[in-house]
């Protein structure tokens, strides 16, 4: 389970002007939208380090060419649609130039159906930098993260829907002292629409983690789903469930509470805020043998300004709770990370943006020798062009 608050920002815009824009061209009905990044970020903390350690600070170069696909109802992806997207980020630090590099995204979508509805995804999300979510700091650590989800909805009745979901998704690290690892899952949910603003659903998932060198664990879920739509103004959604664990070569099988939630909140016609809630089961990728519950809150505001400018507000504060999974484990692990990040952006003509932004991050952990522990200013600017 997870949620998520939106970020605006010069990629929100680009997006909002490929919906309104016309395409450079056209491939019989597939339309062709070619685009250009360029960001500048000043980095007080590029690799992480220790925050009374000695850290690097340098400036940050980033050139992302890409290019978006679509036919059919691609931009709302519904109905009949197909997507494509391929992006490259060119790293080059002014200072640091090992730290230079080149990663790829890359994604497929497509769907269709009415009463039997469907879509199938498959994404590459590739990233160079310190990955504070899944392995707290620790240098700038490549990685490629595989997604494949095929999704299926329904239509028993007119209140009532069967939901389906298959995924499976596969983290390639390549950083010592770092572990591969996939997911796969299934899960099953009925939906019942209990009034007209009133859903729940309530099914379960079965699922398995394979961690390279380490024990894998087999996992069983409740889940159970609300949505409520309030008012125009007003929607909350909430989910809640359990997890039951059992890990290959242990005999501690363990129960863990799972649940998501959140708000979207629309203040003013100007204005909306956002609220979220979340907490899942992972399998390490930094230590053996061990499951990490990871719990978080996130918030943001978002406020437009005349018909160009938008200004945002986002921060979140996660706790990361690794403990042994029934195997010998080195340590367990406690991280507690938390951020903040202003920022606006500008559409300065209908293809084009620009934005800026600053961020602090932080990062409390007891690892041996406080290791995990950083602070992290970094202050950016970017501009996008959609053709």
């Not at 649609?81 to 790829?104: E, I």
């Amino acid at each position: 389970m997870s949620a998520t608050v939106a970020v605006a920002g010069c990629a929100a815009v680009s997006a909002q002007q490929a919906q309104v824009a016309a395409p450079l061209f056209t491939v019989g009905k597939v339309e062709v939208r070619p685009s250009f990044g360029y960001s500048v970020t000043a980095d007080d903390n590029i690799f992480l380090a220790h925050k009374d350690g000695n850290k690097d600070d340098d400036v940050q170069h980033t050139f992302s060419p890409g290019v978006t696909l679509g036919a059919g109802d691609y931009r709302r992806q519904g109905g009949g649609f197909f997507s494509a997207n391929y992006g490259a980020n060119f790293l080059v630090f002014q200072d640091n130039s090992g730290a230079n590099a080149t990663t790829h995204n890359a994604g497929i979508s497509f769907g269709g159906g009415e009463r039997f509805g469907w879509r199938f995804d498959q994404t590459l999300v590739s990233d160079v930098d310190a990955d504070v979510q899944n392995l707290a700091a620790g240098g700038r650590v490549a990685r490629d993260l595989w997604s494949t989800t095929l999704s299926t909805v329904y239509d028993l009745s007119d209140k009532t829907d069967l939901e389906a979901r298959f995924l499976s998704a596969y983290n390639d690290y390549d950083a010592v002292g770092t572990f591969d690892t996939w997911r796969g899952q299934g899960a099953l949910m009925l939906d019942y629409e209990m009034t007209a603003k009133i859903h729940y659903a309530l099914g379960g998932s079965l699922g398995y983690d394979q961690v390279d060198g380490f024990n894998n664990s087999i996992y069983e879920q409740i889940n159970s789903r609300m949505v409520w739509e309030v008012s125009p103004k007003l929607a909350l959604r909430a989910g809640i469930g359990v997890d039951f664990r059992q890990t290959q070569g242990s005999s501690l099988n363990r129960a863990n509470l799972i649940f998501d939630g959140g708000a979207d909140w629309k203040v003013s016609k100007l204005t909306v805020a956002s609220l979220g809630v979340a907490r899942g089961v992972i399998a390490s990728n930094s230590l053996g043998n061990q499951d990490v519950r990871r719990t978080s809150v996130t918030g943001g505001l978002t406020h437009k300004i005349g018909e160009r400018y938008t200004a945002n507000f986002t921060t979140g504060y996660q706790v990361s709770d690794a403990s042994a999974n029934g195997a010998t484990a080195r340590f367990s692990q406690e991280d507690q990370y938390w951020f903040l990040r202003p920022a606006v952006a500008v559409r300065v003509m209908d293809r084009a943006a620009a934005g800026a932004y600053y961020q602090f991050r932080r990062n409390d952990s007891n690892a041996p020798g406080n290791a995990a522990d950083f602070t992290n200013h970094q202050v950016g600017l970017n501009l996008t062009y959609a053709f």
